[in-house]
């Protein structure tokens, strides 16, 4: 058994998990992030902060221009923080996410920038532009299986040819969760059953002294996840 220590967010949303019970997924993840309630320097979470984004600012311009991306879609993009710092050789960025005041913040942040847009959109149902990645960070962990399983029905609607989510390596067993509470998944275990990814970016995490140090970053094209919908085998 996979066993590791509970994180400071997985205490504080379960601290209010009947106040959110009632809630749809935007009023949830509004709530978060008005809230405060990951308890960071960044409203993402730690997860974003610049000790655990550093190999990663190394690391991704390489895989997107290896793998030609022009395009990225970055859902959800949170606070803008990390990324808004990598020197990224893109034709058009599209950050969007479910809560409204982050993209009014930086669609106002970046108010006449040629290549970066700002939208309001839900992963697990809002029709998603086109792209040639999708980055999906720290997102699909916070999800139910049912809204996990919704995400990528959409995201293979989209049209777009790759995914670049968060998955760690080493954990043997996935477990459901309400939408907005937390715990590690791994995409090539079951339900899930992702393949082998294309390319694998290690984080490097330093929470909880060190339990989640396989947290990566996996790349699959999408067409090939086709058919491995989350709960439903």
């Not at 809560?99 to 839900?122: K, S, Y």
């Not at 998944?185 to 694998?200: D, K, Q, S, T, W």
Request: net charge negative.
């Amino acid at each position: 058994m996979d066993e590791r220590p509970i994180t400071t967010a997985q205490r504080n949303f379960r601290r209010v998990a009947d106040e959110l019970e009632s809630m749809e997924n935007q009023d949830r993840f509004t709530y978060i992030f008005r809230s405060r309630l990951w308890s960071s320097s960044s409203v993402s979470g730690p997860g974003s902060e610049s000790v655990q984004t550093q190999r990663l600012r190394d690391q991704l311009p390489d895989v997107l221009d290896r793998f030609g991306v022009r395009t990225l879609l970055d859902l959800p993009f949170g606070d803008f923080g990390w990324l808004s710092a990598v020197d990224l050789d893109l034709e058009r960025y599209i950050g969007a996410d479910i809560v409204t005041d982050l993209v009014e913040m930086n669609a106002e942040r970046f108010r006449g920038d040629p290549v970066r847009e700002f939208r309001v959109l839900d992963l697990t149902g809002d029709p998603l532009p086109e792209a040639d990645l999708v980055l999906c960070r720290d997102c699909l962990v916070h999800l139910s299986f049912a809204d996990i399983e919704r995400a990528l029905g959409n995201l293979r609607r989209s049209g777009s040819r790759y995914l670049l989510t968060t998955t760690f390596t080493e954990l043997e067993t996935n477990t459901d969760i309400a939408t907005g509470d937390w715990r590690p998944l791994n995409l090539r275990r079951e339900p899930f059953g992702f393949p082998e990814p294309l390319a694998v970016l290690v984080e490097g995490c330093t929470e909880e002294n060190g339990a989640y140090a396989d947290k990566s970053l996996g790349l699959w094209e999408i067409a090939s996840i086709t058919g491995q919908d989350a709960g439903g085998r």
